[in-house]
């Protein structure tokens, strides 16, 4: 076969846009869009919605003397509510089951074999293992339009929330595809569900302490905003028109819009690169760079202004019982309390997603050993830094200093808010500051080294030790009284208390002169992990040498 019959062959193929002719689409919806599903959807969905129509409508008619305009809202929320659990729920469960039983019956090892493009491949499977669901979902539409017809529903209600319906959708498809595409376990459809259950209810009440960029990843924002709109005496968003990012305002659709799309493009990427080369990892160290100077970018600007504003510092309590106006008051008295919480939720989640992308882009030492004889063949110099083979240390110390002064970034704009500027009246803010980065960088640093020299499997198993059983000792004895005060040394010792030493010492700053066992713990586990990571950083160093004679003697 010549060369231009193969180019034009090739040409032919179709791209990632040309759904109507993906095979991989049209395979699974003839698979699933059998006659017999067809007609269950018909039943199942199509009647469901119908009878929230006729109920809403008949209840309206003889129960109420109000037009259906007034309460056509109740039939068309319960209708979206239906829908978002098709394609977020059932349809995410779908596509990482669908996708784990490729991987188990190595279809996916055949798809890599084809001629077709790694991004009409993610496209075919994104599009074809939740056809069902879209199906379903269509069956709903036609009462939904009725609904928004008769109900005189305006466009500027019923448009934010499908759009935003939409890119929530597509992006826990790709969360579902990645964790079906890399585990390929049976299990997995479960997993993707509970990270779903965990964005939706888990992680947006992070919040109330004013992280709200989880509460961005799901459609809730632009649900409340509606329902702001349509019920004016239920107040369920604070801010009903505008999402605030820094000092500007954003709508909640476009803020809600831009995250999701962000994210999907992480998981995009991830498959991406997987599709391309099965050993590739996850994500590249470019990519990994990038993706945590925008998640740091994000999350700044998401609580910047609720600290600027003090709303942060607000605590409201639905409850009304005399118990809960009594907290509410002992918190408001408390401020610190509550800054000190944010301070440490900012770095526990900056730490937790700083090792997470450690246990991507470091490579194993025998892909480690392979790149520096792969460079020496090709005549290039051993030292690399951006390549999947290269060392990970120079892109741990980046990530590190980008994590650290996001930190204190916050820390110093946390100090000047009028609340807490009151608390520390005068007092020296250094100390918070010392404590942040000697903290982030030894944690850091120690974990990322040890996945180095270590391994992966090897650092995870003394990571789960090293953090989990200092917590577990400690509850354990803060249960019993000759322990309570042993209790808060252990605490100290474990990386994930430490992230809280910087909010302790801020709470209790009047009180510098007398620190807590808690502190000298923390001081003794900075020590510890000090010395962890320059003992594994000298074995690198050494290791490195030691391959290098042995990729001259290849």
């Not at 270590?454 to 917590?471: D, E, M, R, S, Y």
Request: proline share 4%.
């Amino acid at each position: 076969m010549s060369d231009k019959v193969q180019a034009e062959r090739l040409k032919a193929l179709p791209q990632c846009w040309e759904l109507w002719r993906n095979p991989i689409f049209h395979r699974y919806r003839r698979s699933r869009l059998r006659l017999s599903s067809l007609i269950t959807g018909v039943l199942l969905y199509g009647g469901t919605s119908l009878l929230f129509y006729l109920m809403a409508l008949g209840f309206t008619v003889t129960q109420t003397d109000l037009p259906f305009e007034q309460t056509a809202v109740y039939p068309f929320g319960f209708l979206v509510l239906l829908q978002i659990f098709i394609l977020n729920f059932v349809g995410t469960g779908e596509v990482a089951a669908g996708m784990a039983r490729e991987s188990v019956d190595e279809v996916l090892t055949y798809q890599r074999l084809t001629p077709l493009g790694p991004a009409t491949k993610i496209i075919g499977y994104l599009f074809g293992l939740p056809v069902r669901q879209f199906y379903h979902f269509i069956l709903t539409l036609p009462v939904t339009v009725i609904i928004i017809v008769t109900g005189q529903i305006p466009a500027e209600i019923w448009i934010p929330i499908y759009a935003v319906l939409f890119t929530s959708t597509f992006m826990f498809y790709l969360l579902a595809m990645s964790v079906g595409f890399i585990m390929g376990k049976r299990f997995s459809a479960l997993i993707s569900q509970g990270l779903v259950a965990l964005l939706y209810f888990a992680l947006p009440q992070l919040s109330n302490f004013g992280f709200i960029i989880f509460e961005y990843f799901t459609i809730r924002p632009a649900l409340f905003a509606a329902a702001n709109k349509m019920l004016p005496k239920i107040k369920m968003f604070e801010h009903d028109q505008y999402a605030l990012f820094y000092n500007w305002e954003i709508s909640h659709t476009i803020y809600s819009i831009v995250l999701q799309c962000l994210i999907g493009w992480v998981f995009y990427s991830l498959m991406l690169r997987r599709w391309r080369l099965e050993s590739s990892h996850l994500l590249s160290k470019v990519q990994c760079v990038a993706t945590v100077i925008i998640l740091h970018v994000i999350i700044l600007g998401g609580v910047w202004a609720n600290t600027s504003n003090g709303s942060m510092l607000d605590v409201k309590i639905q409850a009304r019982t005399p118990e809960m106006a009594v907290l509410q008051q002992t918190i408001s008295e408390n401020v610190e309390l509550i800054a000190a919480t944010v301070l440490s939720l900012y770095g526990l989640i900056g730490f937790s997603f700083a090792i997470l992308l450690q246990y991507i882009y470091t490579p194993d030492k025998f892909r480690y050993l392979a790149g520096l004889r792969e460079r020496k063949n090709q005549a290039r110099t051993p030292y690399a830094v951006l390549s999947d083979s290269a060392s990970g240390i120079p892109t741990s110390v980046l990530i590190t200093v980008i994590t650290t002064v996001a930190w204190l970034v916050y820390s110093e704009h946390l100090s000047r808010s009028p609340e807490v500027a009151e608390f520390i009246a005068g007092e020296s803010w250094a100390p918070v500051d010392y404590m942040l980065i000697a903290v982030s960088v030894t944690t850091l640093l120690a974990h990322g080294f040890s996945l180095e020299y270590l391994g992966k499997k090897l650092t995870a198993t003394i990571a789960c030790f090293t953090w989990v059983i200092p917590l577990a000792v400690a509850l354990l004895l803060s249960t019993w009284s000759f322990g309570e005060k042993a209790s808060g040394f252990i605490y100290g010792f474990s990386p994930l208390s430490m992230n809280f030493s910087p909010g302790y010492i801020m709470a209790s700053v009047h009180n510098a002169e007398d620190p807590t066992l808690f502190i000298y713990g923390c001081k003794l586990g900075i020590l510890f992990y000090l010395v962890i990571c320059l003992y594994c950083l000298s074995r690198i160093i050494l290791r490195h040498k030691h391959y290098m004679l042995l990729r001259d003697s290849v």
